[in-house]
């Protein structure tokens, strides 16, 4: 083994490590990439390694954290964070969610299940996981857990409903797949639909099953009223304003009133105005929502800002190297190539992001999947329900870090990962369902323009 | 394999009698893009065979170490030896960088070759990249760009004016000065913004490129000639610094990888090219030539803007100059030399 | 089953468990008026968009300055929010382990994690930040877009300003910590 492949391993080994002692994930991460570049510099020039990571090289962290900075898609996540946190802050999500358990109190698991809706219609708005999180988090979570649902029930709904936004349309994961693949976005946004959808339908058949099976996951509350008139109207009275919201977010993306992006304005502004007329816009909540979506934006670019310096070094290590000669030591057949990169993406999604998963391994595997002759389409959607998927896995699932960043500080995460851990499931199930139906990706993208 | 490292001692020749070097380099395109994303991968590929395997420069793909817009300033500063890009991504910090990479009415690809290589053009370019530490090579020079992707037709200047448009560089500014609605949407938005018309039309890049984005689908007018970008010329851009200690034995090397990437691009880029306008059409969409009148007045205004730039930098006002006169005098050239394009 | 709303609005568990001392009882003060005054930029930003969106809609008018303004807003209310999410400590934690430590031990993992990772981070980002925006300064950049922002210095320059303000929070934080296992600086609780 290369000294660059034992560093890399290294680098990653004392990655798990050291977040498992509870210090910031961002500045595991962030320090991690000072550590090895120092360690890289002593070998070069006491041992006369020759590694290639010096400070010029780590000093590109500054450059990457600058494209963050003027990343225009990014400027969505403050935007929904803001519209979460006004609905929430005004009462109009606790209305909506209240009014919802008094009509589906009665129905086991009918509050996770207005939570996936929700998320499901939230999902066609952005396709940024951290905002569609902390959005249903707040919405959602307070109301489950007050009816006495499980706390590992309600987080890991929560998660997996927030990550259907990187894969039902717009979606950055997707818009940057195309662009590395040189591919149309726009078959792309329409593969994922489908599978999208279907990974929404599993999990309310999930929370169904699973509320009858165990009668303590998904409580009836005691209080539950009889479904009356009165309890409908209030239910539509409430749910109106929210779904009217979402409504005119996508409204506005589909009208070609705005792209996603300013869409999120939109939606922020809405929530504003909404809060305006139902009078509760006072100036204290405007100002405990603006100060909230700072520390909530600031705390999600911290990880990013940590993750962009770390793997910048791990890459100059060589990290990609290891990963890509393991990936091609492979001796299967054409079908047993796709399981075999899908179940390694799978694997490395518990570890790496997205974004470093969709840089590294996306370009190498495409063509080769390509020259085996099969649907690049129907590949890359695939690709991108494992990547979701990558969200949720323990120990670094970004879905779970952004919960824990926004849910009461009794819930740990221990819990959300028991939580998402039925939800993995029932992804690999959907990737399984894609995989033996290859219609369900090709059929739409043909049907299309 | 280590990864790249700036050139070892000197005199290590590694056994081959060449000099052994290791350098990291960076793309502004990805290399699954036809034509432009491949000069880099040619050249590193070239340079490793021809050196014996003594120079190895590992290409990265856009944003894998360096953004994609950070390729001067990461060069200039060693963070990576090289970088391949289309230097106009420049022109907020070196205005001049748009005219050695695409210029609205100005050369086409073979006279700008021309200019380049003997009409003073790679001394001009030199010297505005010195004092940026940075020694840019032509390495890739291609065909005009499209006039853009319009969801309905284009018959007057009003109507070209009348529209919600994504437009770079020089060719923005000249459409803002006649009153165009002028955006910049981030280029993984334009296909979402044009299907659902929240822009009216985008230029992006030239058909064969433009296909793979699928702009066909949900714009069905692609009008012609491409006036703001009449050649394309990317190039690789060199430390100076690791530049300077390069043997020239080395530096050749590099200079010849370099011309037969921009051949091979050029030809690639022409053979391409036709068999997608024509399917364009098989799918319906118009693709039709910008009137004259309309390009007259586009012309216009250009000057004006070129004019305007050229005051405000001295790099912009000696470049322009140059490539002015030496159109002057192609000119009589280019308009007997050739059979008119109709024929 | 009713919830109150003035209840689940305390989303952020702050971790107050070690005492103050008068660096970050100055620190807190300091950096809460700081977000309060930072945080009307979302107030902004909105407004930007909503104006872009009906100018562009309604008279058909694309201003590139109004989409720029939205990321440099973006980026100064996340880069200036570093030190406020540092100074009350709004971070992930991965708690498995960290839950159940006393807090003598969770005072040394945050000895040992600002002092061996946090602090080398911001430094060399801080140092690194530097040249990175002096020499958008010499060659005076500006925006490649048409019409688009002059000065990216000034933009760029909140980089380096919200990476010291975060310096400054977790020396802050550090003295806390110290305050704690060493009895140095005295705490003021
Ligand atoms: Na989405
Ligand atoms: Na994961």
Redesign the interface.
Known sequence: M?I?DLLSILMFVSFIGLILTGFPVAWVLGGLSIVFTVIAIVLDIDLGF???V?W??A??SV??V??VMK???LVALPLFIFMGMMLEHSGIASDLMNNLSRVFGRVRGGLAISVTIIGVLLAATTGIIGASVVLLALLGLPVMLANGYRPSLATGTVCAVGTLGILI??S?ML??M??????????L?LGAMVPGLILGALYIFYLLMISRLDKRAAPVPADAEPVSVAALLGVFRAVLAPVGLILAVLGS??????????AAGVGAFGAMLLALLRKRLKLSVLTDVLQQTTTTTAFIFAIFVGATAYS?VL????G??LIESALFGLPFGPTGVVITILFVTFLLGFFLDWIEIS??IL?LV??VVQSLGFDLVWFTVMFAVCLQTSFLTPPVGFAIFYLKGVAPEDIDVRTIYRGVLPFILLQLLGLALIFIWKPLVTWLPSQ?? | ?????AS?SQNSTGGTGFEIV?W?ATSSF?????II?QPPHRVADNLARMSGGAFQMQVF?P?????A??IT??V?????QAGFQWVG??????PASTLISAVPFGMEPIEFSAWWYYGGGRELGEALYAP?NVMPILCGLTVPETAGWFRGPVESLDDLL?M??R???????V??RLGA?????????I???L????IDATEFSMPA?DQ???FS??AKYNYFPGWHQTFSAAHLQINLDEWNSLRNQTKTMIRVACRAAAMEVISEAEYLQGAVIQDFEQQGVVTDMLSTEILEQLRAVTREVLDEEAAKDEHFAKILKSQREFSEVYRYWKTRGYLPRSF | MQVDASKISEVFPHRERFPHTRLSAFTRRSFQRLLWGLSWIWFGLIGVVVINVTM?YLF???R?EF??IQWHLYSVGFLIGLATCMDTDNHVRVDIFHANMSLRQQAWVELYGLLLLFFPFAIAMLAFSI??VS??FE?G????????LPY?WAIKSFLPLGIALMLLAAVSRLSRVTAYLFGWPRNVD
């Open positions: 290369s660059n020759t590694l290639g010096d010029a090289y000093s590109l450059n990457r600058w494209d990343n225009w898609v349309p717009p950055i818009v940057l195309a662009d590395r693949l040189a591919m149309p976005v726009g078959d946004f993306i589909f009208f070609g009133l705005a792209t996603p992006t300013e910048l890459r100059g290590l060589g990609d190297e840089l590294i370009p495409a063509p299309a323009y | 394999r280590p990864p790249g490292v070892e290791r990291r990805t290399s699954n893009l036809p994303g793909e944003g894998e170490i360096v953004p817009l950070e300033e990461s200039k500063e060693g963070k990576v991504y420049d022109q907020g910090r070196i940026h009348g919600k448009i437009f770079a560089g020089l060719g923005g500014k459409l803002q609605s002028v955006t910049m949407i981030p280029a993984g938005e296909f979402q913004a299907e659902k018309g929240a490129v793979l984005l699928g689908r949900v | 562009r058909g008018e694309g590139i989409e720029e040249p990175f020499y958008s060659i950049e500006v925006s490649d877009a048409p019409g688009g990216r």
